[in-house]
């Protein structure tokens, strides 16, 4: 889908080149992530393959077509891209910053509402709270997300995206990547992700580009990046707790199944029985659900001990925070860590309760997988 | 409402009533003949007339040039001239209004153009110099993701450098009012007329009514044209 052959970009006043000798194939339907330090040429690289730098050697392929003899406008009108400073205007609100590409197209106006509501639903943004909103209202990951639906408003079939997610924080992060994998799930489109954060690439990636000074030193599924690093700066990069960093790839639901646990309990259950469920449980604590399987909180021992009352409701406190079941093992372990606890509730897309992980559980994968 | 309308009409008309007490009263209790004689309606309707047309026609050539020039200038291949021209601006703008009006009337003589084209020359600096800083102080990821996006150079240009530099630009227009306004009040000395007329007027037969008549009026068109321009602009500007 996207060919890049001896790519080599020398800046103006430079004597070393900041990319130099790049070939790389991105297949179609799937992410390559581009990954190294900072000031490799990552972006140099991302800005060749839409023309905002022109290359000073190699070729550029996208369908077998030479893009350098494309005309820009169009090759860049046909390119989502979402630039490494988000770089949202500032003077236009949420709903007129998505239509932008629309807009230059030139598409009928009830088409492009339509199509920004849309994708602004997608990636969890509510269009009536946000459409006529300023950027400068806006927090960190909610710019993001806009980065993200202005650059995927027209359907494009190709992404560029760097660092779409850098300047957030971990667990904001871990969400948007999470949401947006699920996105790709459907949507199936080509796309170059630029991250100098390996735990990123392993997570996003169907193959890493692993850059360094501006060469690929490796590019390579990231299973087979992590059991065969080509050199010692690979094997640096990935880290040591190898082993740790697979749990970025496997999925909570991929494990929720094996796991072997009690199930909730429902709200309205009598005190003597809730009482017999904890002495049975592993954890000393239940999780508890209304009649819709919906998770309301969890009772531990210590408070049938504090509090009066009949019936499970009157006992539950809520849980501080959960994961996803299409989140990563290593999400999991992030949100254990941040609520101090050894266990995390896993809900699904509609709140619904699906499972409990424990710190257990973790260790059980990493101890198979290495 | 309520407060658009006093915002629009209520206090422009406060400052312009405040003038109209001054001149009313003065006309109509002249301390002498000689004030009686020289501040009468006519007069004074004659030189606003006057100072507004030295405004006016000196101001829009003033936009249209120091705008255009600006985003002349802020294109990639004039930016270094840009850069260069902006220091020379910024220099041009300490000399003061009476030089300039002195210089061309050594070079050009006397009269409405020229004091007109005098006042152009002054006015086009803080217009030409706020258009290229704020073009330029537009953030370049901004510009680059347009770009990245697919729009064409003149509409980077018109839908996003432009309404971004809008307020710096507006704010050099209204400094170059206020410094229009003041300086035009010299158009006299070269026979251009307008408020200064009242003033020399005043000084050259001692009487201070007929002076502060002149300075009152000059003052308040400038508070008033400023305060204006502002409030259209918070209109017109609701994103920062
Ligand atoms: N527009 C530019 N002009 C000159 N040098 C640049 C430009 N953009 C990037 N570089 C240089 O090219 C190298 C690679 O930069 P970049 O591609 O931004 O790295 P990365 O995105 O991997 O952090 C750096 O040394 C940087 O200083
Ligand atoms: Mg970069």
Same mark, same amino acid.
């Given at each position: ?39 490799c ?51 236009m ?44 209202a ?39 990547q ?7 799930e ?12 390996i ?10 580009? %692993? ?9 390579? @599924?990231?299973? *087979? #990046? +992590?059991?065969?690093?080509?050199? $010692? ?35 309205d ?13 592993d954890?000393?604590t ?60 896993? %809900?699904n897309?509609?709140?619904k309760?699906?499972g409990?992980? @424990?710190?257990? *559980? #973790? +260790?059980?994968?990493?101890?198979? $997988?290495? | ?9 209520g ?75 902006e ?35 002054y ?31 003149l ?5 996003i ?18 410094i ?61």
């Open positions: 889908m996207i060919k890049l052959e001896g790519l080599t970009k020398v800046f103006k006043g430079h004597n070393i080149p900041a990319v130099k000798d790049l070939n790389l194939e991105v297949n179609e339907g799937d992410v390559c992530v581009l990954v190294g330090p900072s000031g040429g990552k972006t140099t690289t991302m800005k060749m393959i839409n023309r905002l730098y022109e290359p000073t050697g190699g070729k550029i392929y996208i369908r077998d077509e030479d893009v350098l003899q494309m005309d820009p406008i169009k090759l860049r009108l046909d390119i989502g891209y979402v630039i490494q400073e988000i770089g949202l205007f500032p003077h609100t949420i709903y007129e910053n998505i239509a932008t590409v629309p807009n230059e197209k030139q598409w009928p106006k009830d088409q492009v509402k339509e199509k920004v509501d849309n994708v602004m639903s997608l990636v969890g943004l509510d269009p009536d709270v946000f459409k006529n909103r300023y950027p400068s806006l927090s960190g990951g909610q710019r993001q997300r806009v980065g993200v639906a202005r650059a995927m408003v027209s359907d494009p079939s190709i992404m560029l995206m760097d660092e779409p997610f850098g300047a957030v924080d971990p667990i904001t992060r871990a969400r948007l999470n949401e947006f994998l699920r996105i790709q459907r949507m199936d489109k080509t796309i170059v992700f630029v991250t100098h954060d735990d990123e690439a392993i997570k996003m990636s169907d193959t890493i580009a %692993v850059m360094k000074e501006g060469q690929l030193v490796q590019h390579a @599924t990231p299973s *087979d #990046l +992590l059991s065969a690093p080509a050199d $010692e700066f690979v094997s640096n990069l990935v880290g040591r707790n190898r082993s740790i960093k697979r749990l970025h790839l496997i999925r909570i639901s991929e494990i929720l199944e094996d796991v072997d646990r009690a199930p909730a309990i429902k709200d259950t009598k005190e003597e029985e809730v009482k017999k469920r904890l002495d049975e449980s954890l000393r239940v999780i508890v659900v209304d009649r819709d399987n919906k998770l309301k909180g969890v009772v531990g021992v210590n408070d049938l001990k504090r509090k009066t009352g009949e019936v499970a409701g009157d006992y539950y406190q809520e849980v501080s925070d959960t994961v996803t079941d299409d989140a990563t093992l290593n999400d999991a372990l992030s949100v254990m860590l941040e609520i101090g606890e050894g266990y995390v509730a896993v %809900v897309e509609d709140e309760y699906q409990t992980i @424990t710190l257990g *559980d #973790l +260790l059980n994968v990493v101890r198979e $997988e290495s | 409402m309520l407060r658009t309308l006093w915002v629009w009409i206090i422009p008309l406060i400052m312009i009533g405040i003038a109209s007490a001054i001149v009313i009263y003065s006309v109509n209790n002249p301390p002498d003949t000689i004030v009686a004689r020289m501040l009468t309606y006519e007069r004074i309707f004659r030189v606003i007339r006057e100072h507004m047309g030295l405004l006016l026609v000196s101001m829009i050539g003033a936009t249209i040039v120091g705008v255009a020039g600006g985003i002349m200038l802020s294109r990639p291949s004039l930016y270094r001239i840009g850069r260069v021209m220091t020379l601006v910024n220099i041009g703008q300490t000399v003061p209004s009476l030089a300039v009006l002195a210089l061309f009337y050594t070079i050009l003589g006397l009269g409405f153009r020229v004091a007109v084209f005098a006042l152009f020359l006015s086009i600096l803080p217009i030409l110099r706020n258009t290229f800083a704020g073009i330029d102080g537009v953030e370049h990821s901004i510009i680059e993701a347009a770009r990245g996006m697919g729009m064409r150079p509409r980077v240009l018109t839908k450098e432009l309404p971004i530099a809008f307020p710096i630009i507006v704010a050099g227009l209204r400094t170059a009012i206020v229009n306004v003041g300086a035009a009040t010299l158009a006299t000395f070269i026979g251009g007329g307008g408020l200064g007329d009242l003033i020399v007027t005043g000084l050259s037969v001692h009487r201070d009514m007929i002076i502060v008549n002149g300075a009152v009026i000059a003052a308040i068109t400038a508070i008033l044209l400023d305060y204006l321009i502002g409030k259209a602009e918070e209109r017109v500007v609701r994103w920062s």
